[in-house]
């Protein structure tokens, strides 16, 4: 189940920064390092939450499961919104919420990954893991671009409903013992 979490994480992320590339230039005209800076923002959002999340969980994998289905839930609840409107410092405020949901998931689904595979295959299973979440990131661009072109309701709607599949997996899938904290 982590191994579709991640992927789905990675996938609405890129194709989030896809769709926020796009609407910033052709809607604003907004290009060049200024569009880039914009961009930077989930992504700094995404980095900062993925840094404070690290430092809370430590080895509490009842707080790992629980951050982690907030996180996509969040991600989830971001996603919705961004149909509603097309103001730019809503699609960034909203952008931001989305790169701290997926910020604060991805630590903990690493840690649940890496605490529950013995020593011996690791490696392989979070090579394995790390190559699934590649899927999303080369798989997002694209497939956002066809669903623009179509309806970005429907794209919106996928993207939510992936999110939202992402925080029940991760809800169904993780059962933490209470001892375990």
Known sequence: MPFFIGIVMMFVLF???????????????ITDLKKGLFLALPLGALCLSS???????????????????????LLGVSTSMLGFSKDLWFLLTMFLVGGVGIGASLPPLDSLITQGIEKEERGTITSIYSSMRFIGVAAGPPIIAILMNNSEKIMFFTLTGLSVAAALATFIANKPDKKET
Do not use: Q
């Open 15 to 29: 194709g989030i920064l896809f769709y926020l590339s796009d609407v910033l230039e052709m809607k604003y005209g």
């Open 51 to 73: 840094y404070f999340t690290g430092k809370i969980i430590k080895k509490n994998k009842i707080l790992m499961k629980w951050i982690a289905f907030f996180g996509a839930l």
